[in-house]
């Protein structure tokens, strides 16, 4: 079981540019969470979807955060343009119908310049 | 807004010892009660959880206590280990086919030798 897995593990990059955050939920899970941590705001939501389509995006800090669903078993988290604000440790989850138990990838931790 | 209250915020318990964590909650509708453990460097990780139908579960060293009636609940780690070192979330869910969990603000909790 290769778990929810997460591209790239790292990235650098200069305020202004683009950044897609890529993820691959469990296979056979049907909903899938983006998360962002740090340290002054701890562990938030930001866009979740069931059945590939986005059910509650409220968590999205504004218009330069988007995610996609294309498919089952693919998520892009997408900045643009990046800011040095946005630096943070960005975590996809999947679970599977009523279960309510989110696994976790190893996150993202993403450092604007 | 829905809210998962946490507490302590760190704890520092000596090896062999209990180390105990507090999480109160305000939706009723919310059924479902995990918690998570995270290591530095490491996503989120489902350790144990509980549905409000029994007031404790227990799997090795970890037990939660849950009460209802006062809408909480704790997460006991008996003769705590250095190696339990690492922040505990916990959270809460309503039943539902596309339900999401609200997390509390986490517990650093640092085991001493």
């Known amino acids: 079981d290769a778990g929810v897995i997460q591209s790239p593990r790292h990235e650098v990059t200069e305020m202004g540019q683009e950044v897609t955050l890529r993820c691959k939920p469990i296979s056979g899970h049907n909903s899938l969470f983006w998360y962002r941590q740090t340290m002054m705001r701890g562990l938030e939501l930001l866009i979740y979807f069931n059945n590939n389509v986005p059910i509650d995006d409220s968590g999205m800090p504004e218009d330069r955060f988007s995610a996609k669903m294309p498919n089952a078993s693919f998520s892009t988290l997408k900045i643009q343009p990046s800011e040095p604000r946005d630096s943070a440790v960005y975590f996809c989850?999947?679970?599977?119908?009523?279960?309510?138990?989110?696994?976790f990838g190893p996150g993202t931790r993403l450092t604007v310049l | 807004q829905q809210q998962v209250k946490q507490s302590p915020q760190s704890l520092i318990v000596q090896k062999g010892g209990i180390s105990i964590i507090n999480c109160a909650y305000e939706?009723?509708?919310?059924?479902?009660f995990p918690w998570y453990q995270q290591f530095p460097g490491k996503g989120p990780a489902l350790l144990i959880a509980?549905?409000?139908?029994?007031s404790e579960k227990k799997e090795g060293r970890f037990t939660i206590s849950f009460n209802k009636s006062a809408k909480q609940f704790s997460l006991h780690i008996m003769d705590s280990q250095p190696g339990d070192s690492a922040t505990y979330f916990c959270a809460a869910a309503p039943a539902g086919t596309a339900s999401k969990l609200t997390f509390g603000t986490g517990t650093r909790l640092q085991v001493t030798l």
């Open positions: 939706n009723t509708a919310f059924d479902y």
């Open positions: 989850a999947s679970s599977f119908g009523t279960s309510g138990s989110e696994f």
């Open positions: 509980i549905r409000p139908d029994v």
